[in-house]
């Protein structure tokens, strides 16, 4: 399934992802395609701070958006759309430049 994403920082607060899917299936019995989806989703960094010399972390709120493109009857898509609020932290190594983002996500459709 070919997708498009990517993700830009519009501020040092304020990050962008965003994502579009397209599938091709034979669940049908017959070649179907189609775009499936769309994701954009917001990440706020309201708070950041240092926990020593190497690390340091940022709290993160957000929320996802992911509209439907899809056909259930054609085996693509859920034809729902969704919006999924995130709370999180990120921690950044200082010395590396890795960074892990954490996030826990509540699906509503």
Do not use: C
């Not at 397209?22 to 179907?32: A, F, I, K, L």
């Not at 769309?38 to 940022?58: E, G, I, Q």
């Not at 995130?86 to 590396?96: I, M, P, Q, W």
């Amino acid at each position: 399934m070919p997708s498009i994403d990517g993700s830009y920082m519009l501020r040092p607060d304020l990050k962008i992802k965003y994502e579009l899917h397209y599938n091709s299936t034979d669940v049908t019995g017959d070649r179907e395609n189609g775009l499936e989806k769309a994701n954009a989703k917001l990440t706020y960094f309201p708070s950041a701070r240092a926990l020593n010399d190497t690390w340091a972390m940022k709290t993160a709120v957000g929320l996802e958006w992911i509209v439907d493109f899809g056909d259930i009857s054609k085996g693509i898509g859920t034809e729902s759309d969704q919006l999924a609020p995130l709370v999180g932290a990120a921690f950044s190594n200082k010395v590396t430049g890795l960074t892990l983002l954490s996030l826990i996500q509540h699906f509503e459709s």
